[in-house]
Each structure stands twice: as C-alpha cells, then as structure tokens.
C-alpha cells in the first residue's frame, strides 16, 4: 500500500531545518536526495514555518550550502500571512511587525506599511531582534483589540548550538498570558498551503508527499490536506513520538536519503 502511494507521487513539499539541514550544517543525505528527485522527474518546493528571513535569504543560504533554487520554489508563513491579509483584512493596509527586517521588507513589498502607530493589525513572526519595547507595543495593540495573527505556532527554531531558539509561538504565548487575546494562527498546520501548492503545480493532493520532522506543524498539516507524509527523524521528532502521536505518519524514515530510496523503488517495474 505505502509503496502504491509512493509511486503516485509527481510533487514533493520540503521542510527546511531539521529536514534537509539543521542550522548552517547540511545533512549529507540532501544533495543526493535532490538530484533523486530530479532524476525521477520530481518536482519540489522549500516550504518552511520560519519567518525570521526573506525568500531571496533563503535562496543566498541555500546556495551557500549547496542547493540551487529559486524564490519561486520556496513558500514561507509571511505567503499565507500577505493572502489572509489581502483576503479577510483588505483595509488593513498598516501592520505593526513583530518581527526580523527581513519580514518587515517583505510586507513592505507586498504594499503594506509597516509602523507602531496606529496599525490596523499586529503581525507575530519568529523575531530574532525581539526587544522588551517593542514586545509591550505588540501587547498594548493587541489589548486594543486589533487583529492578533500569527505567521506560525512553533515554539522552538531547530539548532545545533547549545540554546533554545524561542519561537513564534512562545512570543504569541507570553503575548497572550499578557493580553488575554489568543492570535489566528497560519503557516504549518494550515491545509491551505498544501492545497494551494497542489493548484500551482497542478497535482493532486494523492500525488504530493509532505517530508518534515516535526508532528503537529508538519504531519498534521499533510494529514489535513489529503497528501503523503513523510517523516524524517533528522529534527524534531522521535520514533517514539511519532508511534505515540495522533498525527501518525505514512512513513518514517531515518533521513531524506532513505525516503528518496523508498521512491525510486516504488518505481521499479515489478
């Protein structure tokens, strides 16, 4: 049955960190694994819950590690947090950013106007430059009722220094204790990604596969959108975790080296 699946796949929806690397170190399965891809005639694209940088940093960091790719082939949160906005928001054209420069560009660039005063809406992204000002300026609009939206729910960034990187949704969590108010949350588990992914690459859901290596942002969202999941135990989660889990995966593997190996053999003539 898996290796049924497996052979249907035509599109294949990556994680990042924890996935394909963690940190600045790539894994050594990921080079080959890509160029597996390829050659089955695979396409892919780079999906990650992390805000703090912009497409075109990702595409430097990428390349720095060895990967060619392209703006096109990578989908981020600030994605689904410029849609919600454009769709459900349309007057909100100001937006307080709790958040790196590089997200703020990107609403910038997308037409909004970034400021403190007077926004129309609070946005919460993974804020490595957080200070304790700007931290109370999000709390004190949020209080006033404004739209609450965060870009993701995750708690901690993957690392392999010796720290724990405090997350989005850890920032959205001391917000909340503060105000009250719990965010909207999108990015990773949201289905729409997927889904939406699907509809750009014309494939349908039975023929996409989610690789990550995290439970509730990753398997969960392949769970709900219908597609393939994939999980890799480079990152995150634990065998034990995942046989424990209600968002139970298609398939674990060690890393993507032995998922691009469980392709390829789906497609050998039987």
């Not at 294949?12 to 690397?21: A, I, N, S």
């Not at 703090?52 to 060895?66: C, I």
């Amino acid at each position: 049955m898996t290796s049924d699946r497996l052979a249907q796949i035509r599109h294949v929806v990556l994680d990042l960190d924890g996935t394909l690397y963690r940190g600045d170190r790539l894994f050594p399965s990921t080079l080959p694994f890509l160029a597996g891809l390829r050659s089955l005639g695979i396409g892919y694209t780079f999906l990650t819950n992390n805000t703090s940088r912009s497409k075109a940093d990702y595409v430097a960091k990428l390349k720095r590690l060895g990967i060619d790719a392209s703006e096109d082939q990578i989908y981020t949160p600030a994605d689904s947090a410029i849609v919600y906005l454009r769709e459900r928001l349309p007057d909100a054209r100001a937006i307080a950013v709790l958040g790196t420069p590089s997200l703020c560009v990107q609403f910038e660039e997308a037409g909004f106007h970034v400021t403190w005063d007077s926004p129309q809406a609070v946005i919460v992204g993974f804020d490595m430059t957080l200070t304790y000002e700007r931290l109370c300026r999000a709390a004190y609009w949020i209080s006033r009722e404004l739209p609450f939206i965060a870009t993701h729910p995750d708690l901690v960034c993957p690392t392999d220094e010796p720290t724990v990187l405090v997350d989005c949704g850890s920032i959205c969590a001391c917000l909340a204790a503060a105000t009250g108010r719990r965010p909207v949350v999108l990015g990773k588990p949201d289905p729409i990604i997927l889904l939406d992914l699907c509809a750009r690459h014309s494939v349908a859901p039975h023929e996409m596969a989610m690789v990550g290596d995290r439970l509730y942002t990753d398997m969960a969202m392949a769970h709900r959108a219908g597609v393939f999941a994939a999980l890799v135990l480079t990152g995150e989660a634990t065998a034990e975790q995942a046989a424990a889990s209600e968002f139970a995966a298609d398939l674990v593997v060690s890393d993507v080296g032995e998922f691009g190996r469980r392709l390829e053999e789906a497609r050998r003539p039987r």
